[in-house]
């Protein structure tokens, strides 16, 4: 029996996968978490944990790195809400253009009086915006939405300069011929009428819209943020509004900041909520610690390795999360060489500073055997499959 424990409303869709060898936020302690936008640093992880889901992209809520330490794999579950969140940030852009938002607040004050329909005609002046055909969007980050929104934006007969220097070779697939390939993102910022920012936050990324990216932009620019709070320094932002640079910030992530100023259109973390991406990341990200808690199998991990072992072929199997460092392979396979243990099948994997083997082995395994393997340097969880066995 697994437990599982939800950190945020996860849909019934994706929940529906766990069978009744799972627990649903039951008493014990969870062997995995489902996790939307919950902060989870200061989560105190129990040693049962072996993994994370989170449905949906954007990662910076985990310490993902303290779990790679522990052995516990992350998983999100990316591109299920990207159409989503494309869809709101065409809004967005039509949003910042026409002064819709001003406009459907002013004709609230009208409730009440007479000659609405007049006073509309004869305030709507007020409310004037540009159209955005022919205009230049410049999308920072061309991954599962940015990609989206180029193509989007370019069908809608907006000029789209893209920038994504690590650009995966899916994504490129996908990229309309329409969409300009931009050099650097300077280049992007000085042409651009329209800036919308799609990459994770990362340390590289913080406050990548900052006073001096905010000066090389178009005088009047109109900015999107569907991304997350932090990739803006919010003290040069409200200096750029203010000022007129820029003429509006769209950002789904209002904070204490800018929730107070001017020409900001703050809107409360809508980008994937919609029925459709709650269900596909929720299944997404049911299906991920599904096949890892059962199999050992890990897919769209953003701190292991991706490893699909596949069902068991042997009597026995054994994973092992370690360091990337040389020797440990030999190292392991000298353990079960000293019990005389035969294996079957092996898999290693690695990422960066981690790796991941997988071990079908025909003898039982006790705990002496275990201990040995934990105690190998570098090794920083082992774990027996139960439900092996042919
Ligand atoms: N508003 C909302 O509800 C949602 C917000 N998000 C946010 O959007 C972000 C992007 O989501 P996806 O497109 O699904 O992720 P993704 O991982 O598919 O794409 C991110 C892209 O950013 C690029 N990138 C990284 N550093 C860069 C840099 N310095 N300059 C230019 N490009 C860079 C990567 O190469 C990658 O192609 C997420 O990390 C999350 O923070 C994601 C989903 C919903
Ligand atoms: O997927 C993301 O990165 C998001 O920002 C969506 O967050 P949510 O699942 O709506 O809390």
Same mark, same amino acid.
């Given at each position: ?16 996968? @766990? ?8 008493? *014990? ?13 200061? =989560? ?8 994370? #889901?989170?449905? #949906? ?17 992350? @998983?999100?579950?990316?591109? &299920? ?10 809004? *967005?852009?039509?949003?910042?253009? $026409? ?12 409730? *009440? ?11 709507? %002046?007020? @409310? ?5 055909? %022919? ?10 939405? %940015? ?7 370019? !069908?809608? %007969?907006?000029?789209?300069?893209? =920038?994504?220097? /690590? ?9 309309? $011929? ?7 993102? +300077? ?16 340390? *590289? ?29 919010? +003290? ?10 820029? !003429?509006? =910030?769209?950002?789904? /992530? ?27 990341? &929720? ?8 096949? =890892? ?40 396979? !000298?353990? @079960? ?24 082995? +025909? ?11 934990? &105690? ?10 139960? +439900?092996? #066995?042919?």
């Amino acid at each position: 029996m697994f437990t599982i424990k939800t950190l945020n409303k996860i849909d019934e869709r994706g929940l529906a996968l @766990f069978d009744r060898r799972y627990e649903i936020n039951g008493e *014990g302690e969870e062997d995995a978490i489902l996790v939307r936008s919950a902060k989870m640093h200061d =989560y105190v992880m129990p040693k049962s944990l072996l993994a994370i #889901g989170r449905a #949906g992209a954007g990662v910076n809520n985990i310490p993902v790195d303290q779990c790679a330490e522990k052995g516990v794999v992350v @998983f999100n579950t990316p591109g &299920a809400n990207a159409n989503a969140v494309k869809e709101l940030v065409i809004a *967005g852009i039509l949003l910042s253009s $026409r002064n819709i938002v001003g406009g459907i607040q002013w004709a609230q004050t009208l409730k *009440g009086q007479e000659d609405v329909a007049k006073q509309v005609e004869s305030g709507k %002046g007020a @409310f004037t915006g540009p159209e955005i055909e %022919g205009k230049v969007l410049g999308v920072i980050g061309l991954g599962a939405i %940015g990609v989206l929104v180029a193509n989007a934006a370019a !069908s809608l %007969g907006m000029e789209v300069y893209g =920038y994504d220097p /690590f650009i995966s070779v899916d994504a490129a697939w996908g990229l309309s $011929r329409a969409v300009h390939k931009a050099p650097s993102m +300077e280049e992007v910022l000085a042409k651009a009428d329209y800036v919308t920012v799609h990459v994770p936050l990362m340390e *590289g990324t913080r406050k990548m819209i900052n006073k001096e990216s905010l000066g090389s932009m178009k005088d009047g620019v109109r900015i999107l943020n569907f991304s997350r709070d932090a990739l803006v320094d919010d +003290e040069a932002m409200e200096e750029a509004t203010a000022s007129g640079k820029v !003429s509006y =910030y769209v950002t789904d /992530f209002p904070n204490e900041k800018t929730i107070g100023m001017q020409n900001v259109i703050a809107i409360p973390h809508l980008g994937a909520s919609t029925p459709e991406s709650e269900v596909n990341c &929720a299944i997404m990200a049911a299906q991920e610690l599904k096949n =890892y808690l059962e199999h050992g199998s890990i897919k769209n991990s953003v701190n292991y390795p991706d490893c699909e072992a596949g069902p068991c072929c042997s009597n026995h199997r054994v994973t092992l999360h370690h360091r990337n460092v040389p020797n440990m392979v030999s190292q392991i396979a !000298s353990v @079960f060489a000293k019990h005389n243990i035969n294996i079957e099948d092996m898999i290693n994997k690695s990422r960066k500073d981690w790796a991941y083997t997988v071990l079908d082995v +025909e003898n039982d395994l006790n705990e002496e055997i275990v201990g040995e393997l934990e &105690a190998i340097e570098g090794v920083v969880r082992v774990r027996l499959i139960e +439900e092996c #066995g042919r």
